[in-house]
Structures are given as C-alpha cells and as structure tokens.
C-alpha cells in the first residue's frame, strides 16, 4: 500500500509546533518496532485567497482562507462568500400592497491567488508533427524560414569574403619608403544619392609644423570612395606636422560620376593616438551647392563635434547600420568583426525564440484582470507578467549569442615569419657611401626599438595565400620597408651605433596613452554561440509546433498573423525608432564626439607580426598616377563643366521623366482595359437578340414595335416571358438542370424577373376644360407622383377600414423595398420605387401572374413608365447583365420603348489575369501618391502662379480624376462585396444591382477622363521636340484670341439655333428641342445636310436661314477662326528663340547619343591637360588682376608722395618680388 509522503502545515502549525522542525534527518518509532532513520525537506511557499468586491472595486481576502489540500501547483479557497452583489445591483420595485419589493441581482464571485498566467500546454501524447496535415501552417513558415536562411547565407559569405577586402587600410600611392612618421586617415563619404565619386581625389593637410605636399587618395587594388562608405588610408611623411589646423580636399572632375559628397575625415597619428577631426557635410561638385569641387575644412572643435545635429545623425546612422540586427545584415559595416553570417544566425534564432515565447502566451489572458492606467496607457498585471517572463526567454540568450561574436578573438594559427629578400649587394649603387649605408642600418635599428608600430588593418583570411589579395596586415617591424617600397636592405655592418630619436615621434613609448584592455572571449567561443543558436532554433521550433498543434488550424492562422503584424512593426517602426530615440539622449545629454574605434583587442594590436591569415594587398609600391597630381580646377573649366553637368542632369531627368510617364500610361491603359472585357459587347447584344429583337423567337414580338398599351402584354407573353424561361432544350426536352436558366442555356436567372410602374396622379383639369372634361392625364414628375394604395383595377381602398389594406401589385413601394434608384429614359426620369410586380420562379406562375394584370388593367391611361427588371449571370464570361429598360407612356397616348443593358462583372479578381491588374491598380495608386506631394510641393512654392499655366492645370486635373478614380474603384469593390454576400444569403431572389451598375458607370467614365488627360499630357514630354514645341506655344499665343473670338461666335450660333428651333420644331423631327437643333446646326457646319428636308418643311424661310446661317458662320466666321491660328503660328515659328535652352538640351541628347553607338564625332569637354598641381602657383586672370591693382597703387602713391622715394622704391621692390603665397578655397 503506497502512502503519500507529502504533507502540509498550515502556518499556525508551523509557528505553535513545541519541537524544532530541521530539514536534515528524523526518526519515526512506534510500539513494539524498532526505530528507523527517515530523511525528509521542508519548503515554505506563500500563497492567498483573495476575490474581488465590486462595492469596494479591489481584491479582498476577506472570508476566505488558504485549504490544507494547498500545493506549490494548485490553492485551495475556503470561503463563506460563492456570490457577490453590488449596489448597482439592487433594484427597488414598488408593490401593489403598500411596501416595496427590493431585488438584489447576484453575480459569481471571481476568485484570484496570484499573478501567475499558465501559459499553453502541449500534447505530447498527440504530438502536432503527427498531425501536419490537419495544421501545416506554422511548421510551414518556419521551415520556409529556415530554407530562407539557408539562401541569404550562401549571399551573405560572400559578401564576408568581401568585406575583407574593403576592411583595410590602403597606403597612399605615393608614400616614400624613407618616411617612418604615420597618420591613419578615414574618410567618411556621404550617404545621399550619387554621394560616391569616381574623380582624383587629394588633398592637402596643414598644421603647425609643417603641411603635406598634394597628396593623392585612391587605391588601385580595390574602390574607394564609395556612397555610405568609410575608407582608411596610411599616409607617411618624414616628420610630424604638428598640431593640425585645416585640410585642403578637391578632386579633378573626371570620371561617369565625378559629384563627391565629403561628410567628414578622422586623422590619427599613429605614434601618438591623437585623433583630429575635419567636419565638412558638403558637395564637391559643379551642379551641388556653390558649385566648388575645391574646398579649405578647418580642423573642428569641441562645438562642432558636439553639435546636436552631427550627433544626432551621426549616432543614428551608426546604430541603424551596425546595432538594428535586422539592417546590419544588408549595411554592416566592412570593419566590424561581426560578420553578416554570424548577425543572420542570430536574426533566426531570436526569430525562432520570439515565436515560442509569443505562442505560449497567446490569448492565455481571461480579461478578468483589474485594469491600470498610466496617461493614456492601460496595462494589467497579467500583461506585465507576460512581458518579463517572455523577455527572460528571449533576452538573455540571443544577448550572450551576440555578445560572444562580437567580443571573440580571432582564431590563432601557427605563424610564418615574413621573409624579406635581402638585396643582393652587387644592386646597391657602388657610389653609395658607407656613411649613408650605415645611415639606413640606423633607421632599421630605430624602427626595431620601437614598442610598436601601429596597425593599418588585421583581418581574417580565408582561403589560400598565394595569389590572393587580401587585406592589409599590422607591419611589422621588418616590413615596413618592404610594405612601402618591396625592398630591404642587408645589415652591412655590426656598429651598434644608433639613430638619436627625435622629439615627438620614433619611440614615442613613454608619451603613449595606455589603451584599458577590453573583454575578450576566446577564439573557440564563436562555436559556442553557433551550439547555443542551433539548440534555441531547435527547442523553439518543436515548442512552437507542438503549442500549434493543441491551438488548432483556425487559431494557429489567427496567431500567425498577429504575430507576422507585430513583427513587422517591431523591426521596421519601434526598433529604428528606439535607435533614433537612445541618438536622441546620446545628443542631448552625453554629448560624447563620435570617435571610430578599431574593434581590435589590445593584445593583437600589440603583435605588428605578419599573421598567418593575414597577408599584403599592396605588396609592391604602385606609383601609377602618382607622377602627376591634378590641380583643382579653375573657375572658367568649372563655369563650362557646370554648365555640360546641368544639360546632362537635364537630359537624365527628361529621359527619366518619359520612361516613368510612359511606364504609368501603361499602367492606366492596362487598369482601364483590364475592368473592361470585350465580351461584354456581344453578351449585350446576344441578350438583345432574345428578349428585344425576338431574333430566336418566329411568334415573339420586338421590343421596338410595343408602340401602345395592348402590345406590351403581347411582347411580355410572346418574347420576355420565353426568354427569361428556357425550361425545354433545343430537343424539346425539358431538363432539370435548364431550370433557372433563360432560353439560350448559358446564362444563369437570378431570381425572377420583375416590373416596375410608374404612375402620375389624376388631377383636376385646368380651365376652361374643367366643365368638359373632370379628369386630366398630366406628365410624370418624379416629385409628384402617385404612391397610393389601391386594389385590383386601381380601386380606392377604404380608408376607414384597417383591414382594407390594398392588393399587393396595386400598392406603392418605395425605393428602399425596391432597392432601385433613379433612371433616365426618352420622356423623363423615373424614380426608384414603383408598383412592383414579380413574375414567378416558373414559366406557368409567369404566365398567370400577366393574365391577372391585364384582366385587372394594371396598365391605363394613368400608367407613365414600366421598367423591365432582370438579371442574368453567365459563368463562363463571369459577367451580370442587368435590365433596366423602360417603356414610356406619355400622356398623349402611345409607348415608347427605352433599352437598356448594363454589363459588369462583380468579382473582378478572378484569374491570373485579373491579379496582374490588380498589381497595377496598385502601383497606380503608388505613382498617383508620388504626384500627388509632388504637386503638392510645387504649390506651396508657387501658390497662385501655379494655376497660371497651363501643363500645371492638366496636370492637377490628373490627379483630381485619379483620386476620383481610386474611391470610385475602392466603393464599387465594397459595394459587389456586400451583393456577393447578399447573393449567398438570398438564392433564388431577385437582387437589384442597379447600385451598382451606376458605381461601375461612373467608375467607367472616370478611367476614360484620366487616361484622356493623361495621353493628352503625353505631348508635355515632347515638348523638347520643335514642331510639338511650336504646336504648343501657338496654341498658348493665340489662346485670348480664341477665347474672344468664340464668344462673338457662340452668340451667333445660339441665335441662329433659337431662330431654326422656333421655325422648325414641329416640322423636323431633328429641331424638335432646342438641343438638338444646336446639334443639327453642328453638323450643317460640317457640310452635312439634307436641303430639301429643309425646302418641304418651310419653302419660304428655310432658304433665308440656311443661306445666312453659311454665310455667317461656315464663310466668315471660321475663315477668321483659321486666320488666328495661321497669324499665331508664324509669329511662333519665326520667335523659336524662346525654346533655345530646351533646344540646347536636345541637341546634346542627340550628340550624346551618337557618342554612345558611335555614329559621328563629337567634342568632349575635358579637364585642362596640366603637368600637375605647382605649389604657390598664380592663376593667369588672377596674376593679371593683381598687377593691374599694384599698377594702380603706385601711381596713386607717386601723385601723394612726390617726396618720399624711399618709399616708392619700397613699393617697386615689393612690386618685383612677387612671391607671395595666396590659398584658393
């Protein structure tokens, strides 16, 4: 019998117990047995009962207290309370009897015994990997995940291997080997667009003591200068300059891309640590800025490297390149130690874990928690419980993953001494004297007492040595005649004679700044770190599909997706701005300058040893280029490359203006033919065919010969009534799968068809007609129309008796209950209620349903409109077409059919077409987002201006069509969404789409105005085409004119159209309305007439009219309409001057074209072909500038100082010197 031997005390029998309780051993006896030695533990847990009072509004342990069945797992509550009420609670209801009945409404008590949220349990006897199939979506995402970082990597080692590359510091091609005094200069290039240069950059750097002579900066081995790039170079001099004091930077204006945007350099002496800096943030180019491509930089102060926004920046982009461990990925930079492998390794691990961490937690909260609030924030207990627990789970692992890549040394080899070819003696010039000789032994002792010399760059290698270049080492002591120059020197002698050290450099140990050590991990910890992101990647992929598994396939979507949002949000908008907040405190209040640390460890700094993985890029002084350094420019090259470099950016921005324009047109042209399908003509007219033209039916009637109320009966039997139910085949076979369709089989009714009247009110007739006639047939109006209620035969109901409540069909029904709207026909405009009649589901129900109307006469004189409804739907075109025909009967007797047909397709996303159109519908609502700030921009600017002219009105009106366009697109969507979900709740019912084929209508009719307006807004791109151009501007010389001259013609025209209307409308059905009289006298403008329409209809005054009307108009007025636009176009013709700049451009398009495919010989413009840059040399214009202001200031000097020839021979010998020392910025 097994017993259970855990107990549990309460705590008042642990605090009055008479003997000591110990956690050691104790001995358990009995009568008659032997005593035996047992050993048990004590734990002590705090625990409580509590429950929340809603009077109060808190937690309340009152009543309650913790159970003895209590465990560390679960708590037992023993209270006097099982339910609660509050005072809200508690109604009083007064009695019949005199004294009121009081009602307390009892809630369940909500019990609570800690914070503690359970978190999501898993199944292991009904494991999720059992059951993929079932729930496949979260293992599917994270083993695409896994593949996904499987293909990045594979990119991600080779951009590694490159790096290297560019992680070193390249030595000036023109350093001496005799130089031993180093400076390490990292220059910082801009991150704007084109920021990069391809130009010959130098330089000039001055201080105290001394300045460098012009100084190339490339490097022939790899690219250098860079967008977003920061490159090191390795300058050598014989002696130190000094304290800096400015820099002198330009470039010679070669290259594709000569623009260079010089954020700042960082200089370093490499034997004293002393670090300068040069803060530029500025153009060097001809079409940036002032247009400089030479510039003077002070050395910055403690101001300027504090400032707040070079901080700011400088801090941001520097956490966002290298801290974001998502960007870093893409924008690591190439002298960090942490490799892109090793930042995508711990991307899919802190992904992975993250994943876990948020699953377990998913909806575990029961949202009984008490709400807090801080500010416009609510928070529970709950909630931050689940936040420190999850960041616990995620936190501090992938922390110490990054933390031991980062901080691991590199891994050490067995280490090949370099070994440096002595030169033979018989190389050594026999001139060369012993002092000298032993003059070079000294400087290689001086170099060997040194402690060290400083590093350029270390980096890992991978591969094999020979052959392939990889980053420049430390030097070493040995080598750095070797690294500079490929040569050494043999010991020729054993003096131990020494080169005295001079002050401020060689050993220069006693002045150096001891570098505190940083923390290290040893080189075999990076395994460590990739075990620890394999096992996190593992433990976190089985935790997360087996939780997956107990949520179930709806929940684990539903938990996906969140978590892909908050992700998303996570990396693209609280970690950039979390960076961009902690740069925000490192401005403000640290103000500490941005200094670019070597990630080396001072132990390796210490080694200038070649290593083993380690070898020269530069193994042997490359002096190409170095002969002759390019001189900054002058101001007359600088004018004329200014102004070649606006024509190119000019001719870019054209070029680039077409393509994209031409590239959104197609666009538009795809969007506005892709909601347009070709079939939808011949659906229409096949559909006409059945139920207007009766073209299968040989009994059936057409729609156009319905011309008086009986014949509408007989076209509804004999052609709508068979159209609209083809319950028998071609065969004569009624089948049951032909039950809902209409006479062709193809297409589908949806619900049955329907009838709609329109009534107008029976009103007393005017007088004097009044005594004859009681009872008048008026128009209808659609604000005055009969919406009574009658019975059959349009007989008045009794109004005094509620029962008496009309017949169906003889009874109004508004618009809402009719779902119609408005429709324009012949006549009028008929509204969107009506006497609504519904033919039946079946031929037979049809047929009745129009006897019984006819016998009543549904129709009659007071009858002004009977819309025709139906809808049909053919699968195989996905098309709906829609009925809305009217035929009209005025009140003068007669009919007059109206046919309409609106085809539309509601689900437009369907097929593999549909979605490229959708693609594009998006991409025009992106470049209508770009045009739209655009314009917004150039109104601010302009303000009323911009209305001034013309192109910019075209262009506004655009993108009013297009915004038009995107809500008119975006409300017919949401409008077919709720008719496809009214269309499944409904079967068999008739659904008006009547909404919806306006929204179509008008969603067609604004694709037409933007793809016009932007076609027509095509000929702006063509503008730099002269003839296009002349077109252009005639039309803008001539536009007043114009505007003047079609008033005066307008005028005219009405008046002739007044006189034809007056005279003609009622002999010429085409002058029966003023409008189409003002439409026939158009076209009596275009020659085309019938005159002896006119002669029969008025022998007497329709030759006066037509004769005066051609002669006015058709002779005289648009001869002098063609008059202006010839007089407008030659002075257009003859001013072309005004487009020269625009000509300019496209005549350099063309030249530039031809040099391109080599079809003729242009002249380029290039740099000045100098013999270099001379130190102190004098400008020619300048040089003649200032002798003629010398010229000046001694005849000035000779005319006051006639006396005084001392000093004018002063001035005469200053005159004659002429070495003075002048500093172009």
């Known amino acids: 019998m097994s017993v259970d031997p855990t107990y549990t005390f309460q705590p008042a029998e642990v605090l009055t117990t008479a003997a000591p309780m110990t956690t050691t051993t104790g001995t358990v006896s009995s009568a008659g047995t032997e005593e035996i030695k047992v050993g048990y533990s004590l734990s002590v847990f705090v625990t409580t009962c509590k429950y929340y009072d809603p009077v109060k509004k808190e937690w309340t342990s009152d009543g309650c207290v913790v159970g003895p069945l209590t465990t560390p797992e679960k708590i037992q509550c023993l209270c006097t309370k099982l339910s609660v009420s509050s005072s809200s609670d508690i109604t009083t209801t007064p009695s019949t009897g005199g004294s009121p009945t009081t009602t307390a409404h009892i809630s369940p008590v909500r019990f609570g015994g800690g914070m503690i949220v359970p978190m999501n349990s898993i199944n292991l006897s009904d494991s999720a990997f059992l059951k993929l199939d079932e729930n496949p979506i979260i293992f599917s995402v994270m083993v695409s995940c896994m593949c996904l970082y499987l293909v990045i990597i594979i990119w991600a080692k080779k951009k590694d291997r490159e790096d290297v590359i560019k992680a070193g510091s390249a030595p000036l091609p023109d350093n001496n080997p005799d130089h031993m005094y180093l400076y390490e200069l990292l220059v910082y290039t801009g991150d704007k667009t084109n920021s990069g240069t391809t130009s010959k950059v130098s330089f000039i750097l001055s201080g105290d003591e001394d300045e460098t002579p012009p100084r190339p900066m490339y490097d022939p081995k790899r690219p250098v200068l860079k967008r977003g790039s920061v490159d090191s170079f390795i300058m050598a001099v014989p002696r130190p300059i000094g304290a800096l004091s400015h820099l002198r930077i330009w470039h010679s204006n070669s290259g594709s891309s000569p623009s260079w945007f010089f954020s700042r350099m960082q200089v370093t002496d490499l034997q004293t640590q002393d670090k300068s800096f040069f803060l530029l943030d500025r153009w060097l180019a001809v079409e940036e800025d002032d247009g400089l491509v030479d510039r003077v930089v002070p050395i910055a102060n403690k101001e300027e490297l504090t400032n707040f926004n070079h901080l700011f920046w400088t801090k941001t982009k520097k956490d966002i390149y290298d801290g974001h461990i998502w960007f870093s990925i893409f924008t690591r930079p190439a002298r960090s130690k942490f490799t892109r492998c090793q930042r995508l390794t711990c991307c899919l691990s802190l992904l992975f874990s993250t994943m876990m961490a948020n699953i377990l937690f998913y909806e575990t909260d029961s949202g009984d928690a008490q709400v807090y609030k801080l500010g416009p924030f609510n928070f529970t207990l709950p909630m931050i419980y689940k936040g420190v627990i999850s960041s616990l789970i995620v936190f501090p692992i992938n922390l110490l993953i990054v933390q031991i890549f980062r901080l691991a040394k590199e891994r050490p080899q067995k280490e090949h001494p370099v070994k440096v070819k002595p030169m033979p003696l018989q190389s050594v010039n026999v001139d060369t004297s012993l002092s000298s000789l032993r003059e070079l032994e000294k400087q290689m002792e001086s170099l060997e007492n040194e402690d060290e010399l400083r590093a350029v760059?270390?980096?890992?290698?991978?591969?094999?040595?020979?052959?392939?270049?990889?980053?420049?080492?430390?030097?070493?002591k040995s080598g750095y005649t070797d690294y500079v120059?490929?040569?050494?020197?043999?010991?020729?002698?054993?003096?131990?004679?020494?080169?005295?050290?001079?002050?401020?450099?060689?050993?220069?140990?006693?002045k150096k700044k001891k570098k505190k050590c940083r923390l290290r991990f040893p080189w075999w910890s990076i395994y460590i770190a990739y075990f620890v992101c394999l096992c996190s990647v593992g433990v976190s992929f089985w935790i997360t599909v087996e939780v997956g598994g107990v949520f179930g396939a709806e929940k684990s979507n539903k938990w996906m997706v969140s978590f892909c949002v908050s992700a998303i949000e996570s990396v693209f908008f609280s970690q950039p701005l979390k960076v961009m907040g902690l740069a925000l405190f490192f401005a403000l209040v640290i103000k500490s300058p941005d200094v670019d640390e070597d990630d080396d460890d001072s132990e390796d700094t210490k080694k200038n040893e070649l290593k083993a993985n380690e070898e020269y890029l530069h193994k042997s002084r490359d002096m190409s280029g170095c002969s002759a350094i390019p001189a900054p420019p002058d101001e007359d090259y600088l004018r004329a490359m200014r102004q070649q470099r606006f024509k190119e950016i000019k001719m870019f921005e054209v070029v680039r203006e077409i393509v994209a324009y031409l590239f959104f047109l197609y666009l538009l042209l795809m969007v506005g033919y892709g909601n347009r399908d070709p079939w939808s003509f011949y659906l229409s007219n096949h559909v006409k065919d059945l139920y207007s033209r009766a073209n299968d039916l040989p009994d059936g009637l057409a729609l156009s010969s319905v011309l008086k109320n009986e014949q509408f009966f007989e076209w509804a039997n004999s052609t709508l009534i068979p159209t609209m139910y083809g319950d028998e085949w071609y065969d004569g076979i009624k089948y049951p799968w032909l039950k809902n369709f209409i006479a062709d089989g193809s297409s589908f009714r949806i619900g049955p068809p329907r009838l709609r009247q329109l009534?107008?009110?029976?009103?007393?007739?005017?007088?004097?007609?009044?005594?004859?006639?009681?009872?008048?047939?008026?128009?209808?109006?659609?604000?005055?129309?009969?919406?009574?209620?009658?019975?059959?035969?349009?007989?008045?109901?009794?109004?005094?008796?509620?029962?008496?409540?009309?017949?169906?069909?003889?009874?109004?029904?508004?618009?809402?209950?009719?779902?119609?709207?408005p429709i324009p026909a012949i006549l009028a405009t008929y509204g969107g209620g009506g006497f609504l009649v519904e033919l039946g589901t079946n031929k037979d129900d049809a047929f009745s349903t129009l006897s019984d109307l006819k016998e009543n006469q549904w129709i009659d004189r007071y009858t002004r409109g009977v819309v025709v409804e139906f809808l049909i739907y053919n699968a195989y075109l996905n098309l709906y077409t829609l009925s809305m025909s009217v035929i009209e009967f005025p009140e003068t007797g007669g009919a007059f059919p109206f046919e309409r047909l609106h085809v539309m397709r509601l689900d437009r996303y369907s097929g593999t077409t549909m979605f490229v159109v959708m693609a594009a519908e998006l991409l025009v609502v992106c470049y209508v987002l770009f045009f739209l700030v655009r314009e917004i921009k150039k109104i601010k600017e302009m303000k009323r201006g911009y209305f001034k002219e013309f192109w910019n009105c075209v262009e506004f009106w655009v993108l009013c069509f297009c915004i038009g366009g995107i809500v008119c697109s975006f409300y017919r969507l949401f409008v077919s969404i709720q008719l496809s979900s009214h269309l499944r709740d409904n079967p068999g019912k008739f659904i008006n789409f009547q909404y919806a084929a306006y929204w179509d209508e008008i969603y067609g009719y604004m694709l037409g105005l933007i793809i016009f307006a932007a076609t027509i807004k095509f000929l702006r791109m063509m503008r730099f085409n002269r003839k296009i151009a002349i077109f252009g501007e005639t039309l803008r010389y001539i536009g007043k004119p114009i505007l003047q001259f079609m008033l005066i013609f307008l005028v005219i025209f009405a008046g002739f159209s007044q006189m034809a209307y007056l005279v003609f409308f009622t002999k010429l059905h085409n002058f029966s309305t003023f409008i189409s009289s003002m439409e026939s006298l158009v076209t009596l403008l275009l020659n085309k007439f019938d005159y002896l329409k006119f002669e029969e209809a008025d022998s007497f005054f329709a030759p006066f009219i037509f004769i005066s009307f051609t002669i006015m108009l058709s002779f005289i007025m648009l001869n002098m309409f063609l008059t202006l636009i010839i007089e407008g176009f030659q002075v257009v013709r003859f001013g072309a001057s005004r487009q020269k700049n625009e000509y300019e451009i496209v005549?350099?398009?063309?030249?530039?074209?031809?040099?391109?495919f080599s079809m003729g010989s242009t002249k380029k413009e290039g740099p000045p072909q100098s013999g270099g840059y001379v130190e102190n040399q004098f400008e020619s214009k300048a040089y003649e500038d200032l002798t003629k202001k010398v010229d000046e200031i001694l005849g000035m000097a000779m005319k006051q100082v006639s006396s005084g020839k001392d000093a004018l021979l002063e001035l005469q010998k200053l005159d004659a010197s002429g070495k003075r020392k002048i500093y172009s910025a």
Request: charged share 30%; proline share 6%.
């Open 485 to 510: 120059a490929g040569k050494s020197f043999k010991n020729i002698t054993d003096d131990d004679s020494r080169l005295a050290t001079k002050p401020g450099y060689g050993n220069t140990n006693d």
């Open 1147 to 1156: 005549e350099y398009m063309m030249g530039r074209f031809k040099d391109v």
């Open 457 to 476: 760059c270390h980096s890992p290698v991978s591969g094999k040595r020979s052959g392939t270049p990889m980053s420049v080492s430390t030097i070493s």
């Open 759 to 821: 009534r107008a009110k029976a009103d007393k007739c005017p007088d004097p007609i009044y005594k004859h006639y009681p009872e008048c047939r008026f128009a209808y109006s659609i604000t005055d129309q009969d919406e009574g209620t009658y019975k059959k035969g349009w007989l008045p109901i009794n109004q005094s008796d509620s029962l008496d409540t009309g017949d169906d069909h003889w009874s109004y029904k508004d618009s809402d209950i009719t779902g119609g709207y």
